[in-house]
């Protein structure tokens, strides 16, 4: 058991009849199973008088969905507030998982302080969100947020940020530019980072240093500074007029107690993949590392996290993952995420198979998309320590 | 985290290192003031709400009235109908009964010594009759029907239930994946990443609307049981992918060894290699094990009366002042105590088996 050959099965001899037999049998065991629900299920549609088909998309959908990423009124199609839905999900995933890995960075690194009452802290909320059920710690701060924010005036919970009943305003920094514009810019940045670091490891296989990347992010900064700077643009922080908040942008209670929850909760666990992956690396590669010389800072950039990459990244696809399918959860508290829409179209429309092949592929394609893009991550991380 | 990496070499007495570790240096100094200051000011209040500005008796409605703090008092009368639901008060002694032995049965299992056949017929023999006492209707016993179950034992029945019945699925898909058989491959690995690509919420909201549609109706479980199919193959689904990660630390070695003294596929895989690779996957097991329990939490969204929604019916009693924190609270405490519990125990039992081997 301690040799890591793991190692296939030997093979038997795969055309024997034996192994026909069974092969067949299962298959014919699922055709029939699928052939028993098909007939039943075209019975049943007809008995109901349910027409199956995916035209109803288009037609007008004629509900309300509260808080959406991308406009929506009820003259929309059935399609559009799927799509709608599926960018709410999107959003709010995108933002927990970015929010849990800095806290939960922040959160593992703490557990393994040696200061005890750091260390002790960061475990008990380790433990809490890891024994608990999100979904009781959603219906508990939407409860908390109903019972403690103020009905009437908001209150200044934190610095810029106010809270009412009717949800949070916090400070927005708007560059005065259209959404598409946006998008083109934070491509372009993201595009001369990349050709600058290609670049720069180019420079390096040759072996010269270049400090390409620290010009590119210079440049990126100071254009995004002086776009911010610009007339018309900045922060806009919200203020109180009377018992109204102008300015900001808003969240309502809704998504603010699915943002907030999901965050605690994913943050616990990345927590512990953090700390396993700080503590996969040996202490004698600092050691080793100080012996060559080398700073502190430069054992860690160089020594010990790519290794520590590599333990981490893995589980980190999979809790990625996790959060998406976590973000269903914020039907318990009435934000409108793909599930809760799909669950009205489908009362609406009583098109339930159409609907359900919706959902499996929504969610597979998300899960694929997703573990296609971080196994390419994967990949690079892995072959720095061994290639 | 060069902290960790300067530690002393030699551990220093446990006092010594706990002063050190609050006052040691000036960031240790800072850190410790800092989080002295946060912990003050988020637990002064709470200790305020849920301790001294509280109230727990008398457990009546008026006692609640003018009361700054918790009302304690709400979950005191409460919690009989916050841990079972609607079932009749006379007879509340059998899910009470039924709680003890899933979690007995539950905890077990986990031992490695307990995995003989006779495992397998315990069960077999537990689960049915765990229904049995819930639903009744023989031996003077009343008939309760599903829709009258609630709380704790809906959470745990549905959790031991899946899992038990989940656990021999798993192995087989596990195996399955693993097979040399081109079909029953693509069949297993279809099953578990198609079911692991969902969501549970989804699997469960499909499985109530469709199965109603797919299957003949002499044949359509009601919403109890759709909700106890749905949550067993998500459990395969999970369960099988730890399986597998056991299967593939198995050293090849170990089938040539079966092969060398004859054992054919199925005996090769019951006495030498899955013992082997479920032993090494407790600790996953356990934690996949803790996410089925919080799991079960998600029925309610199907309209099943867990704990989460017992606690919704008893805070809707227009009597009272509707005390939804403290419901809450209640019910995560129980939760924490069930997981938390489990994990300790699992642990427990793991590091005793590593002391003796």
Not at chain 2, 93 to 109: E, F, K, T, Y
Not at chain 2, 243 to 268: C, K, S
Not at chain 2, 271 to 285: D, G, K, M, R, T
Not at chain 2, 289 to 317: H, P, Y
């Amino acid at each position: 058991m301690t040799a890591p050959t793991a190692a296939a099965p030997p093979r038997a001899q795969s055309a024997s009849r034996g192994a026909i037999a069974i092969q067949s049998g299962a298959l014919a065991l699922v055709a029939a199973a699928l052939a028993l629900v098909a007939v039943t299920t075209a019975s049943n549609l007809q008995l109901r008088g349910i027409p199956v088909g995916f035209e109803f998309l288009n037609d007008r959908s004629g509900f309300k969905i509260a808080d959406t990423v991308i406009p929506f009124v009820p003259d929309h199609s059935y399609l559009r507030a799927i799509l709608v839905a599926i960018a709410n999900t999107l959003f709010l995933s995108a933002l927990v998982c970015i929010a849990a890995t800095v806290l939960g960075a922040a959160l593992g690194v703490a557990r393994l302080s040696t200061n005890p009452l750091v260390a002790a802290l960061a475990a008990i909320w380790v433990e809490a969100v890891r024994n608990t059920p999100p979904l009781l710690l959603l219906i508990f701060l939407y409860a908390f947020w109903g019972q403690v924010m103020p009905a009437e005036a908001p209150r200044e919970v934190a610095p810029g940020v106010l809270a009412s009943i009717r949800g949070l305003a916090v400070p927005k920094l708007s560059l005065g530019l259209p959404p598409l514009a946006l998008l083109a810019a934070v491509a372009l940045s993201a595009g001369l980072y990349l050709t600058a670091s290609l670049a720069a490891r180019r420079a390096a296989r040759a072996g010269r240093r270049a400090p390409y990347r620290s010009a590119a992010l210079a440049a990126i900064g100071v254009a995004w500074l002086g776009a911010a700077l610009a007339p018309g643009a900045g922060f806009e922080l919200p203020l109180v007029e009377g018992d109204k908040i102008v300015g900001g942008a808003r969240l309502t209670p809704e998504f603010a107690t699915a943002l907030f929850g999901l965050t605690v909760y994913t943050a616990g666990f990345v927590a512990e993949i953090v700390r396993s992956g700080i503590q996969s690396v040996p202490r004698g590669q600092w050691e080793a590392g100080r012996a060559l010389g080398l700073r502190e800072r430069q054992i860690l950039r160089l020594v010990v996290a790519p290794q520590m990459l590599r333990v981490i990244i893995p589980p980190m696809t999979s809790q990625y993952i996790n959060t998406v399918k976590n973000s269903t959860l914020a039907i318990a508290v009435g934000y409108s995420e793909f599930m809760t829409v799909m669950g009205t179209v489908i009362n609406r429309t009583n098109h339930a198979i159409e609907g359900t092949l919706i959902i499996v592929l929504v969610y597979t394609a998300i899960n694929l998309a997703l573990s296609g893009v971080l196994n390419l991550y994967n990949r690079k991380v892995q072959l720095v320590g061994r290639a | 985290m060069t902290d960790a990496a300067v530690l002393p070499p030699r551990p220093a007495a446990r006092s010594t290192r706990l002063v050190r570790g609050l006052f040691g240096s000036p960031l240790n100094v800072l850190l410790t003031l800092l989080v002295a200051w946060a912990v003050w000011s988020l637990a002064a209040p709470l200790l305020r709400w849920a301790v001294f500005d509280a109230v727990v008796l008398p457990a009546n409605p008026a006692a609640c009235r003018d009361v700054s703090g918790a009302c304690w008092s709400f979950v005191a009368a409460k919690s009989g109908q916050i841990l079972f639901g609607i079932y009749p008060i006379e007879e509340r002694w059998r899910p009470m009964l039924v709680c003890a032995v899933l979690l007995a049965l539950l905890g077990w299992s986990l031992r490695p010594a307990a995995w003989r056949p006779s495992l397998a017929i315990v069960w077999v023999v537990a689960l049915p009759g765990v229904l049995m006492l819930m639903f009744g209707g023989f031996g003077g016993l009343s008939f309760v029907a599903t829709t009258m179950w609630g709380g704790l034992p809906v959470t745990l029945i549905l959790t031991v239930t899946a899992i038990g019945g989940a656990f021999p699925l798993a192995m087989l898909l596990a195996l399955g994946r693993r097979s040399w058989l081109p079909a029953i491959r693509t069949l297993c690995v279809l099953f578990i990443e198609l079911t692991r690509a969902l969501p549970l919420l989804s699997i469960l909201f499909i499985a109530s609307i469709m199965l109603p549609l797919l299957l003949p109706e002499a044949l359509l479980p009601d919403k109890f049981f759709r909700a106890l199919i749905a949550l067993l193959l998500f459990a395969a689904a999970y369960l099988a992918e730890v399986i597998r990660g056991g299967l593939q630390a198995m050293p090849r070695g170990q089938y040539e060894a079966a092969e060398a003294l004859g054992l054919g596929y199925w005996r090769t895989q019951r006495h030498v290699i899955l013992p082997q690779a479920i032993a090494i996957v407790i600790p996953s097991l356990t934690s996949t094990i803790i996410v089925m329990i919080k799991n079960t939490s998600l029925v309610m969204v199907v309209g099943l009366f867990d704990l989460i929604s017992s606690g919704r019916a008893a805070l809707a009693d227009p009597e009272w002042s509707s005390p939804a924190l403290e419901t809450y609270a209640f019910i995560a405490a129980i939760y924490f105590a069930l997981c938390f519990g489990f994990g300790r125990f699992a642990q427990a039992l793991e590091s005793r088996s590593k002391d003796s081997s």
